[in-house]
T-cell receptor, first 113, second 114 residues
């Protein structure tokens, strides 16, 4: 059973456009929601993260929007660039002694020049 | 600054063979993890170690064993490899629990089981 559901599976965006990736979860014990970025042949690397006490977090061109009541969160990439082409994973963790991070299935983003 | 180092990067095994994936981190982190990445499945946790001397099962532990050799090293062993274990394996580490901060990943070990 997938703890975190991610969509779309792939996304093609024109340079300068907005990329939007969505995730949903069911476990209300989750209290930490990071996004990881992975380039081909590399391991994932933390991009941005949010906790449920805020509805939005912005770092440069990357924004996480969080809707606690709907149990959904999304990543928005503004002014998308070809260098943003990568696979993006949402994730969630939380609960007593939480030491496991559940990942979504990933979104392959391609930004066309 | 190496971070998380995994060996080997590539390995081909025959069904039934055994092997160990090695992982070492130089960031003095307490927690270490082994994930596998498969197309359409994302990253799934195999085992984790919250601290030296402790290990716990993740989502997909069957067919694997782990050893937290010391604070730096966390190995993953396949005792009798099966084609279903063909995957890319990632080791990761974090200072504390996974829900308190960033996981740092190695570059992965691509394993093919024939």
């Amino acid at each position: 059973q997938q703890q975190v559901k991610q969509s779309p599976q792939s996304l093609i965006v024109q340079k300068g456009g907005i990329s939007i990736i969505n995730c949903a979860y069911e476990n209300t014990a989750f209290d930490y929601f990071p996004w990881y970025q992975q380039f081909p042949g590399k391991g994932p690397a933390l991009l941005i993260a949010i906790r449920p006490d805020v509805s939005e977090k912005k770092e440069g061109r990357f924004t996480i929007s969080f809707n606690k009541s709907a149990k959904q969160f999304s990543l928005h990439i503004m002014d998308s660039q070809p260098g943003d082409s990568a696979t993006y994973f949402c994730a969630a963790s939380g609960g007593t002694g939480a030491n496991n991070l559940f990942f979504g299935t990933g979104t392959r983003l391609t930004v066309i020049p | 600054n190496a971070g998380v180092t995994q060996t080997p990067k590539f390995q081909v095994l025959k069904t039934g063979q055994s092997m160990t994936l090695q992982c070492a981190q130089d960031m003095n982190h307490n927690s270490m993890y082994w994930y596998r990445q498969d197309p359409g499945m994302g990253l799934r946790l195999i085992y984790y170690s919250a601290s030296e001397g402790t290990t716990d099962k993740g989502e997909v532990p069957n067919g694997y064993n782990v050893s937290r050799l010391n604070k730096r090293e966390f190995s993953l062993r396949l005792e009798s490899a099966a084609p279903s274990q063909t995957s890319v394996y990632f080791c990761a580490s974090s200072q504390d629990r996974a829900n308190t901060g960033e996981l740092f990943f190695g570059e992965g070990s691509r394993l093919t089981v024939l």
